[in-house]
């Protein structure tokens, strides 16, 4: 996961999901801005923390987040509940502290 997309980037995710009446506007603008590998690697680790996959699995979820990406990510994943959350689990699926992501993310 981390050599197509860097833990911080999901943590940035999640902060701005977490204040999402606010955020939406940045949030969508940053989703938008990554390429097309890192958006499929967000909604693999969000399938992971939804538990649709298992973190062994993540080859299969990261080629088919691929493979049906049909419709734009940023609204994919907006209209997805608990946003924030699943993507704290698939975080914390691979071992990733989601609290040093997020200090790393924000410069702390």
């Known amino acids: 996961m981390e050599e197509i997309i860097s833990p911080q980037k999901i943590a940035q995710i999640v902060v701005m999901a977490r204040e999402l009446g606010r955020a939406e506007g940045e949030l969508r603008g940053f989703i938008d801005r990554l390429n097309e590998d890192e ?5 693999a680790v969000m399938w992971i923390g939804r538990g649709s996959f298992d973190v062994e699995d993540w ?3 990261y080629q088919t987040a691929m493979a049906e990406a049909t419709s734009p ?3 994919y994943l907006i209209g997805t509940p608990h946003l924030a959350e699943n993507l704290e689990n698939g975080l914390e699926a691979f ?3 989601v609290s040093d992501a997020e200090d790393d993310a924000l410069g702390r």
């Open 39 to 43: 958006q499929a690697a967000v909604v």
């Open 59 to 61: 080859e299969e979820a």
């Open 73 to 75: 990510t940023a609204d």
């Open 95 to 97: 071992g990733i502290s």
